[in-house]
């Protein structure tokens, strides 16, 4: 099933494209609901980014339930921990009102309030980074267990091994974590074969080193990823991306072709303003509008100041607000 994700490619062109927080990665390892320029998080000093979140029916107030996500970095401007809340219970409450008087006179009558009270789960995902800024490591910790994943590179800096593992921790604390048992999963390899200077083969391998996918990607002059076409041994099943880009050089359009009986196509949209920072993301499926995402900005810099994505068919407003933490508060 396809996801589109809010990864960003990060392409910098002095002197043409502004440095901007949020842009586009293809196949980002991370696979958290929004990445962000390393070389912006860098530049600004930022440490951590808060996000609340809140939703608003079509001809309904808002509702506010309390959920955050959270993205954190290191000096280096790689993110290094993301966590998002969910709700997992809830109570009500009233709250009785006593009656409203201005000057003797009773202007409101005695009312009740009912306040509804949440309980929360955290998931919570960290990513660790070898000497050449690749990430190795993947852990998602969602209750007692810690999900896990390794990557392995060559000399081009290509993943070779990707192994997944379930693992408990034998510390009390999730930042202390220390390996107690570790149950691996799964084992993918992938070998490489560059067919001409802008085509390279990808096999996928699985856990008895036999091929199960092929892809095929395809590069323009620049070096952007520009078409991949994958297709499965066994089944019939075939996937094609395709990325197309501004005269900037911006990511302007991503189309998910998959075949595997009927044809879906699912497509991202992007556009920027005239300072060249991601405006808005239409999402479509088999040409019917899903998603229209506007990205808005602080006036006296690049910084996301709230994303808000209207849902079509569900008739739904969901709103992003950000926070920003600094290692070097800036500058008023």
């Not at 590179?153 to 107690?180: A, D, M, P």
């Not at 808005?280 to 602080?298: G, H, P, S």
């Amino acid at each position: 099933m396809a996801k589109f994700l809010l990864f960003c490619l990060l392409i910098c062109l002095p002197g043409l494209v502004l440095p901007q927080d949020i842009v586009h990665f293809p196949n980002d390892l991370r696979e958290v609901p929004i990445a962000f320029n390393p070389a912006f998080i860098f530049e600004k000093k930022i440490s951590r980014i808060h996000v609340a979140v809140s939703l608003k029916p079509d001809n309904q107030v808002i509702q506010d339930k309390g959920l955050v996500e959270s993205y954190a970095f290191d000096t280096l401007g790689r993110m290094t921990e993301y966590y998002r809340t969910r709700v997992k219970g809830y109570g009500m409450k009233e709250i009785q009102h006593a009656a409203v008087y201005r000057k003797g006179k009773r202007v409101r009558r005695p009312w009740v309030e009912t306040v509804y009270q949440y309980s929360y789960d955290t998931v919570f995902v960290n990513f660790y980074y070898d000497s050449l800024d690749r990430l190795v490591v993947r852990r998602l910790n969602d209750g007692d267990f810690y999900n896990a994943w390794y990557f392995k590179y060559n000399n081009e800096n290509q993943i070779i091994t990707q192994l997944q593992c379930r693992e408990t921790n034998t510390e009390l604390s999730r930042k202390n974590f220390k390996i107690g048992v570790q149950n691996i999963l799964s084992t993918e390899q992938f070998s490489y074969e560059k067919l001409t200077p802008t085509q390279t083969k990808r096999r996928c391998l699985n856990d008895e080193g036999k091929s199960y996918k092929e892809i095929i990607l395809n590069y323009d002059s620049a070096g952007r990823l520009v078409d991949e076409y994958s297709s499965f041994v066994v089944t019939w099943v075939k996937q094609h991306n395709t990325y197309a880009y501004d005269s900037l050089g911006r990511l302007s359009e991503l189309v998910y072709h998959e075949y595997s009986g009927e044809e879906t196509i699912e497509k991202s949209t992007f556009e920027y303003d005239t300072l060249g920072h991601m405006a808005m993301r239409r999402n479509y499926k088999n040409d019917t509008l899903l998603d229209e995402v506007n990205f808005l900005y602080k006036k006296t810099e690049p910084s996301v100041n709230a994303i808000v994505n209207r849902r079509k068919k569900d008739a739904m407003i969901d709103i992003q607000k950000f926070t920003y933490e600094y290692y070097i508060p800036p500058k008023k």
